[in-house]
């Protein structure tokens, strides 16, 4: 029998499959579903920054006293804070595989304190997700980029357990990043978060949202970049995040490099059934090329330098065009 399970951010998985922040992962009760799947972890649905600081301000009246406005905001900050953590603790009462806590923010100011409270309750690891467009004509090239190293450094002297870094792509050089982000304490970094993605109806003129799910074609970025990174910065775990769509995504992501994958649209298109599929696939796939463990193959096609030619940055292009 294929052995499936993996080491992720300090964290033994029975499986690399990760249930990835969603509304899939908003309660106790869901998560426990989703453990009987078979999923090997879950990262819970994040605690939004940017959403209760907007709740927060919209309680602010300026005919209130001042105090008054301040102890609203405070309480607005303060409950949504303890719902989560009791999401946690809940969570860890009938799970027994890894809960992931996760904060979603863009500054960095009082969720090093959330961060130590998030620990207390229980969480076995907190990913941290910065995930925003650097838009600003005056914007000073580097900085969001120190923005995760300034909120990773801050968070890691505050906490013990592992704290992963989910990025976006939109990045220049993900590498030097990543490489950074292991020197200042992460753990395991996920590739990549997907922005919410806008479209425009062109008969009522006005903004609507796009496809809220990834595709299959997703998948590839996420190889890419995986598969270099893997090669420069080993020691890092990294995970597979867009595009897994079909049972042999898990296979192509261990093979670049990926410890682990997290998986979201797929499951809410195919139902949590499809935990144990990608699991079956990945089972008989290493008994059938002679696999017991995942460490025998994982990173076997990352981005080795042979002769000075990176594989997934030029060499299937050549190849792509010298067969037209």
Not at 122 to 130: F, P, V
Not at 197 to 214: A, C, L, R, Y
Not at 222 to 240: C, E, F, M, N, P
């Amino acid at each position: 029998m294929a052995d499936l399970k993996t080491t992720f951010a300090g964290l033994t998985l029975k499986n690399p499959v990760i249930i990835s922040s969603s509304g899939l992962t908003n309660s106790a009760a869901k998560n426990a579903k989703l453990e009987a799947a078979g999923a090997g972890a879950i990262v819970l649905k994040s605690l939004f920054e940017e959403q209760i600081m907007m709740e927060a301000d919209r309680l602010r009246n300026p005919s209130y006293y001042p105090e008054g406005s301040d102890y609203l905001a405070e309480y607005i900050r303060n409950h949504k804070l303890a719902e989560y953590l009791e999401l946690i603790k809940e969570s860890k009462k009938i799970c027994t595989i890894p809960v992931i806590a996760s904060i979603n923010c863009y500054t960095d100011a009082e969720w090093v304190d959330f961060a130590k409270q998030i620990e207390e309750a229980g969480a076995d690891a907190l990913e941290i997700n910065i995930l925003a467009l650097q838009s600003d004509i005056q914007y000073k090239y580097g900085s969001f980029e120190q923005r995760h190293i300034d909120i990773l450094s801050h968070i890691k002297k505050t906490i013990r357990i592992p704290v992963i870094m989910k990025l976006g792509s939109n990045f220049t050089n993900p590498v030097a990043l990543i490489d950074q982000l292991y020197a200042n304490g992460a753990a395991a970094v996920v590739l990549f978060n997907r922005f919410y993605q806008p479209d425009i109806d062109v008969e009522k003129m006005e903004h609507t949202s796009g496809d809220v799910f990834s595709n299959a074609s997703d998948l590839s970025t996420t190889l890419r970049w995986i598969g270099i990174s893997s090669s420069l910065v080993s020691k890092i775990d990294y995970a597979a995040s867009g595009g897994i769509h079909k049972p042999d995504g898990i296979v192509k992501a261990i093979l670049a490099g990926a410890s682990a994958i997290e998986i979201c649209s797929a499951i809410y298109q195919n139902t949590n059934l499809f935990v144990g599929e990608m699991n079956r696939f990945l089972s008989a796939w290493m008994e059938r090329k002679g696999f017991k463990h995942i460490s025998q193959f994982k990173g076997k096609l990352n981005a080795k330098d042979v002769g000075g030619i990176n594989m997934f940055e030029r060499t299937q292009f050549l190849k792509y065009f010298s067969e037209k």
